[in-house]
């Protein structure tokens, strides 16, 4: 009777190791609520391809805003609201509805790209380098994230990369190769 007695309470945790793990928890839930209340919200993320073209016909594809819906999945339409000899103000139709984005032609082989949604601020530099096997498209992206996303930004860098890869380098690329095999 005394044995099953002290078994049972050796599967106790002493006060002590409870008091250990609860500071544990405690400690851990204040320093993730520090690391995110300074989280500013903002990202940098850069992703890169290389596309089979010249420079020029790159570029050429990436300034045409009359065809971004036809070129990029999330744009349903463009309307052009201003323009000035190095920039164009434009209205998106979105997936997520209408936004203002601002295309600015910086040189030949940069083009700055500033976009205005709900979910964030983005400032988007695409550079395009002339290399041996045809283009190197590059998108620096600057996003500052609004609200409740703002605690997010250390978690999102690889799918920022990802998107931008997937929704703006693989369309670009599939036109611009798809044009020169098809002697455009």
Not at 4 to 23: D, Q
Not at 25 to 53: M, N, P, Q, W
Not at 86 to 110: A, C, F, M, Y
Not at 131 to 156: C, H, N, Q
Request: some cysteine; overall charge positive; proline content about 5%.
């Amino acid at each position: 009777m005394r044995q099953g007695l002290i078994k049972s309470e050796s599967y106790l945790p002493s006060k002590a190791l409870r008091f250990i793990v609860i500071m544990l928890i405690v400690l851990s839930a204040g320093f993730l609520f520090a690391y995110l209340k300074r989280c500013d919200g903002v990202l940098h993320v850069e992703a890169s391809t290389t596309i089979k073209a010249p420079r020029t016909n790159v570029v050429e594809i990436y300034e045409d805003y009359r065809n971004w819906p036809n070129l990029f999945p999330t744009i349903k339409a463009v309307r052009l609201v201003r323009e000035d000899p190095h920039s164009k103000v434009l209205e998106i139709d979105h997936i997520e509805g209408r936004v203002i984005n601002i295309l600015t032609i910086v040189s030949p082989q940069e083009v700055v790209l500033e976009e205005f949604k709900k979910k964030y601020d983005g400032k988007f530099v695409n550079r395009f380098e002339a290399v041996p096997d045809g283009t190197r498209f590059t998108v620096a992206a600057d996003i500052s994230l609004k609200g409740f996303y703002k605690p997010l930004a250390p978690f999102l860098h690889d799918y920022i990369r990802k998107q931008i890869t997937v929704f703006v380098l693989n369309p670009v690329k599939k036109l611009a190769e798809d044009s020169k095999t098809d002697g455009r």
